[in-house]
């Protein structure tokens, strides 16, 4: 049973509107959705006013696998390319590692049963660190604690994983948002690198690397 909320889901307006909000949020949940899609539910949806609501947050399994597509297509746009996480190809290699890293590495969070931002991260075992891959949210619902939400769950992995003795993650130089939000979590600007080595490299840029050691 869907959890309840105390904020109203739609924008007050007529009953076709709403009956066609209902009708697009069936097509999310049986994994039909499109960014297109997603954009419009963006402009049906009440987005919260306030700091701190409730938001849900459920690992990422096949079965909704396509809700973070389209999420990752919404935020980094539509040309599978992603600035603004790991510079990542967000292509079905991308998301057949996603799933093999496992629900509890890879979380989507959702308010009113709709997917409004995400994380993922994984196990690098050769520097024995948590490499934080991607954290994406819608940005109607920015500045709400989401991406924070998301980040609490990096750090209970990194915590209760004996093998973790740092987190770390790939920032590129022009993204200033992220590169506060990285700051003000308590990492550290460790280098500039040239070229990005991750997972799925796209193109040359350059990246800060920002670490935390626990």
Request: charged fraction near 25%.
């Amino acid at each position: 049973m869907a959890p309840k909320y105390e904020t109203p889901l739609f924008h007050s307006g007529s009953k076709k509107q709403e009956n066609m909000s209902l009708e697009n949020i069936q097509k999310i949940k049986q994994g039909v959705n499109t960014a297109n899609l997603l954009n419009h539910l963006e402009t049906e949806i009440e987005p919260p006013k306030q700091f701190g609501l409730r938001f849900r947050f459920q690992g990422v399994i096949d079965k909704i696998i396509q809700q973070l597509k389209t999420l990752n297509t919404a935020v980094y746009g539509h040309d599978n390319i992603s600035k603004d996480a790991s510079f990542l190809s967000l292509d079905n290699k991308y998301y057949d590692s996603v799933l093999s890293w496992g629900p509890d590495f890879n979380w989507l969070a959702y308010y009113n049963d709709i997917s409004v931002g995400s994380m993922s991260c994984k196990i690098d075992e050769s520097t024995k660190s948590l490499q934080i891959v991607s954290i994406a949210v819608l940005s109607k619902y920015r500045r709400l604690g989401v991406a924070s939400k998301l980040y609490e769950k990096i750090q209970f992995i990194a915590e209760h994983n004996p093998d973790v003795k740092r987190v770390y993650v790939h920032v590129q130089v022009d993204n200033e948002a992220a590169c506060k939000f990285f700051e003000k979590l308590g990492f550290k600007q460790e280098k500039t690198i040239d070229v990005y080595t991750g997972l799925n490299v796209t193109s040359n840029v350059q990246a800060y690397e920002y670490s935390k050691t626990l």
